[in-house]
């Protein structure tokens, strides 16, 4: 197949949702040769992969389900990811406080099986298993940049002081941070780079199999306009709506389920000084993750609830919000008060029912199904967990190539994101160098740019001499040129694009400042069409 062919839309390849794992389906397959074409019926990230709690984790909690392969594949990810994207995701210590009191959730089978053999520990999580697990969550991986845990002494440690003082030790381990909505946008800028067509909101309304492909129904979420494309191979990344894509616009009957889980979180103000993160288990046996977050604040999160329709909005229920708040506040020394969150947020998580009596307890692995049934082959996309996206898109590549022939092998294992090609423990250089080439930048601006674009800071900032260069000042370092660089390059078209997928500036953002930016990219977009 031909470049003109796509143009022509007639892919290999088409791939409804623009969340991480169609976008990592689509770079992958892009990279192997093949003619890829991508629909987002909104914003790219607009739902679950923008609203997770941010980590590149292995998911320590999931060992005591005992989903070693799974750990595994992910331990080893945390590696392999922060290589190829160093300006999005970087290393964090987790600090695990640790008490008597501490308990199993009764669903996992470690808990069942303890109460089994040990039946007086009536449900404590006993230190020694603790430790155990650290053990093997650090010997599964295969380390090489992230360092082992350690004991810490809490009464000695500054990640002490925020604590309530009836915590005195504490287990420190390492997982990594990442910037989630901007790993989806550039995997998508990779994906098109490679040759891939990537049409954000554009809704796949209908397909259906004919001369031995499928023809599918494309229209514009927001002039309705309609047209047609063929592909030799349907790949439904729908996530929350992959179910609803199967049986509502494929019109196919399937015994295939997901299990919706609502994961909420809360930001307040920054309750503590260092870069530490903890990791906190309430009395139900569910932990939350309290996270250094944007500099000036703290991410609280996350919970697990049943989620019934993926059409009704996930949002933090109060219910939620206080839960968060008296798990944490039974942590801290100073209790968080309501008026101390300044924002929260919720995603759904499409997890494999895999018939768990609890939402905690469902798998977070991801299952491939490809449906042959009537001619055209579909790939149906259920679960998975952001740190495993590289693994599912290679995954689902050697399912695809049994039925679309021509693609080469892997290579996204040592491919660097766009802005990534810099070393691990690069980021306080780019940012000297950044400030030395741009004095007019302040500190965290500068520091902002590198952590959001890597080495392509430059090509945004292009000859500026003077911050006047850079055009309209929007508030907090967002310059004209940016929004434009973001509008050109990365899909963006409205200001919550920019504010709360591409960065997180909209927690800074008054309305006003907002408003004006709404505007300038309503009155771009407007001379962009005109032309």
């Known amino acids: 197949m031909t470049q003109n062919d796509a143009a022509n839309g007639t892919f290999d390849l088409f791939i409804i949702g623009g969340g991480i794992n169609g976008c990592g389906i689509a770079r992958d397959a892009a990279g192997r040769g093949l003619r890829v074409g991508l629909a987002e019926m909104d914003d790219l990230a607009s739902a679950t992969s923008s609203a997770s709690t941010k980590l590149f984790h292995g998911g320590l909690r999931y060992l005591e389900y005992f989903e070693v392969r799974l750990v595994r ?7 392999v990811l922060l290589r190829a994207m160093p300006h999005i995701s970087w290393p964090m210590r987790f600090v695990l406080p640790y008490h008597e009191d501490m308990r199993f959730d009764g669903d996992s089978p470690a808990s069942r099986l303890l109460g089994w053999t040990m039946p007086w520990t009536r449900g404590q999580r006993p230190s020694w298993m603790i430790r155990s697990g650290l053990f093997m969550y650090d010997h599964l991986g295969g380390r090489k940049i ?74 514009d979420t927001e002039t309705g306009a309609t047209r047609e494309v063929h592909a030799a191979m349907l790949v439904n990344a729908g996530g929350p709506w992959v179910k609803q894509v199967i049986e509502g616009v494929l019109d196919i009957d399937t015994r295939e389920n997901v299990r919706l889980v609502r994961g909420s979180h809360i930001v307040t103000r920054r309750l503590f000084d260092h870069d530490k993160c903890y990791f906190f288990q309430g009395g139900d046996g569910r932990i939350v993750f309290a996270i250094p977050y944007e500099t ?26 206080d839960y968060l708040i008296a798990l944490a506040s039974s942590y801290f020394k100073e209790p968080i008060k309501q008026e101390d969150v300044v924002w929260s947020y919720s995603g759904v998580r499409p997890l494999y029912d895999d018939g768990a009596k609890s939402a905690t307890a469902a798998t977070r692995d991801y299952v491939l199904r490809v449906n042959t049934d009537g001619g055209a082959p579909l790939l149906n996309v259920f679960g998975g967990k952001i740190t495993t996206y590289r693994k599912l898109a290679e995954a689902a590549m050697e399912k695809i190539a049994a039925h679309v022939p021509g693609g080469t092998g892997k290579w996204t294992a040592n491919a660097p994101l766009p ?12 940012i000297a160098d950044l400030s030395a080439a741009f004095p007019f930048l302040d500190a965290a601006t500068a520091r902002r740019l590198v952590r959001a674009y890597g080495t392509e800071a430059r090509q945004i900032l292009g000859e500026a001499a003077t911050v006047v260069d850079l055009g309209t000042d929007f508030g907090h370092g967002l310059s004209e040129r940016e929004v434009a660089w973001l509008m050109d390059k990365e899909f963006a078209r409205t200001a919550d694009d920019v504010l709360w997928r591409r960065s997180k500036l909209g927690l800074r953002f008054s309305d006003d400042e907002a408003a004006a930016l709404a505007r300038w990219m309503s009155a771009r977009r407007e001379t962009a069409a005109a032309d």
């Open 419 to 430: 802005g990534g090609d810099f070393p691990v423990d690069g980021v306080e250089a780019l």
């Open 296 to 321: 000036d604040f703290t991410l609280i999160g996350t919970t697990d609830k049943e989620h019934a329709d993926p059409e009704s909005r996930p949002v933090c229920t109060e219910e939620e919000r």
């Open 73 to 79: 594949e992910a331990l080893v990810e945390r590696e």
């Open 146 to 219: 992230l360092p082992g845990t350690t004991a810490v002494d809490l009464t000695k440690d500054p990640v002490g002081a925020p604590l309530n003082e009836k915590f005195r030790k504490a287990y420190e381990y390492s997982d990594c941070w990442v910037e989630d909505s901007r790993l989806v946008v550039l995997n998508a800028r990779d994906a098109e780079a490679r040759g891939a067509q990537i049409m954000t909101r554009t809704k796949v309304t209908a397909a259906r199999r004919e001369n031995n492909g499928w023809t599918i129904t494309l229209t």
